[in-house]
């Protein structure tokens, strides 16, 4: 899906347009953005390149780091949390240093940043997301036949397991207080193809219920699993095989009076490697 940039509603507008304008044409063009780390599973004292991607089906183009861009990007181990250094313009994004053994836990959130869709790009969208409840809701901008206004953000994890095996509950996935965020609730580290591993799915911490995640495998992403959050916000697949895995979900409100915009959206993901199929 082709986005085009265009944000002209006022003078507030404009000026907000033109300091975005540097956004990466790539990232305003297509659907997902996961984080990529150089390895899932690294030794003590290794560092670990995080590149930032945009495309589909685990393919995709890089993201370089942009300070205005970043609303947060922190890893946390156990109860320590850090900020994730990296060089402005750089690629990959963030390099960390694996001080302890562990689940390592990665999100980056992204500032707001506007977007123009046509009414056909926007209807697709809605429905390749699962949208149903905004499709519902009818679009004003799409019945007047103009382009809608949209603000996203991207709310993105990576799961890694520093220098070995998980010793116990605490080093399992936990929420890092992103606006809209996917957090595992078993370790996929120790979590075998075929077992379960549920999730849950909240927005400003609250469960979300209703809404589509999918599960894309890097190694066939063409096989996609997908199911609705329940009540809970909960959702469990059944990983077919072992390797670094994408589950994503996209969340969309009526942006706010000020915001200049028709909608704004989040759009959550996370990565990690499945365990081997000989993990009990």
């Given at each position: 899906?082709?986005?085009?940039?265009?944000?002209k509603?006022?003078?507030?507008?404009?000026?907000v347009g033109?300091?975005?304008?540097v956004?990466?044409?790539?990232?305003?063009?297509?659907?997902?953005?996961?984080?990529?780390?150089?390895?899932f599973?690294?030794?003590?004292?290794?560092?670990?390149?995080?590149r930032?991607l945009?495309?589909q089906?685990?393919?995709?183009?890089p993201?370089?780091?942009?300070?205005?861009?970043?609303?947060?990007?922190?890893?946390?181990?156990?109860?320590?949390?850090?900020?994730?250094?990296?060089?402005?313009?750089?690629?990959?994004?963030?390099?960390?240093?694996?001080?302890a053994?562990?689940?390592l836990?990665?999100?980056?959130?992204?500032v707001?940043?506007?977007?123009?869709?046509?009414?056909?790009?926007?209807?697709?969208y809605?429905?390749e997301?699962?949208?149903?409840?905004?499709?519902?809701?009818?679009d004003?901008?799409?019945?007047?036949?103009?382009?809608?206004?949209?603000?996203?953000?991207?709310c993105?994890?990576?799961?890694?397991?520093?220098?070995?095996?998980?010793l116990?509950?605490?080093?399992?996935?936990?929420a890092l207080?992103?606006?809209?965020e996917?957090?595992?609730?078993?370790?996929?580290?120790?979590?075998a193809?075929?077992?379960?591993l549920p999730?849950v799915?909240?927005?400003?911490g609250?469960?979300?219920?209703?809404?589509?995640?999918?599960?894309i495998?890097?190694?066939d992403?063409?096989?996609?699993?997908?199911?609705?959050t329940?009540?809970?916000?909960?959702?469990?697949?059944?990983?077919p095989?072992?390797?670094?895995?994408?589950?994503?979900?996209?969340?969309?409100?009526p942006?706010?009076?000020?915001?200049?915009?028709?909608?704004?959206s989040?759009?959550?993901?996370?990565?990690?490697?499945?365990?081997?199929?000989?993990?009990?």
């Amino acid at each position: 899906m082709k986005r085009s940039f265009s944000f002209k509603r006022s003078r507030v507008a404009v000026m907000v347009g033109a300091a975005l304008a540097v956004a990466s044409v790539a990232e305003l063009g297509a659907h997902d953005f996961w984080i990529e780390p150089s390895v899932f599973r690294p030794k003590v004292g290794a560092l670990v390149g995080l590149r930032l991607l945009v495309g589909q089906n685990m393919l995709g183009d890089p993201v370089a780091r942009e300070p205005e861009a970043i609303k947060e990007f922190v890893s946390q181990l156990g109860t320590g949390r850090k900020p994730v250094p990296g060089r402005d313009g750089g690629d990959p994004a963030g390099i960390l240093r694996v001080d302890a053994a562990g689940l390592l836990v990665v999100g980056y959130q992204s500032v707001p940043r506007p977007v123009e869709l046509t009414p056909e790009k926007f209807d697709q969208y809605l429905g390749e997301e699962g949208l149903d409840e905004i499709r519902g809701l009818g679009d004003r901008a799409m019945k007047r036949g103009r382009a809608t206004l949209e603000l996203f953000a991207r709310c993105a994890k990576t799961l890694l397991l520093g220098g070995g095996a998980p010793l116990n509950a605490a080093d399992g996935d936990h929420a890092l207080g992103l606006t809209f965020e996917i957090v595992a609730e078993r370790n996929p580290y120790t979590t075998a193809p075929g077992q379960d591993l549920p999730f849950v799915l909240t927005y400003q911490g609250r469960p979300r219920a209703n809404a589509l995640v999918v599960a894309i495998s890097q190694k066939d992403p063409t096989k996609k699993l997908s199911a609705r959050t329940d009540r809970q916000g909960r959702v469990a697949f059944k990983l077919p095989i072992g390797g670094a895995w994408l589950v994503k979900a996209v969340h969309m409100i009526p942006a706010p009076p000020d915001a200049h915009a028709d909608w704004q959206s989040f759009w959550a993901s996370s990565t990690f490697e499945l365990g081997d199929a000989n993990v009990r």
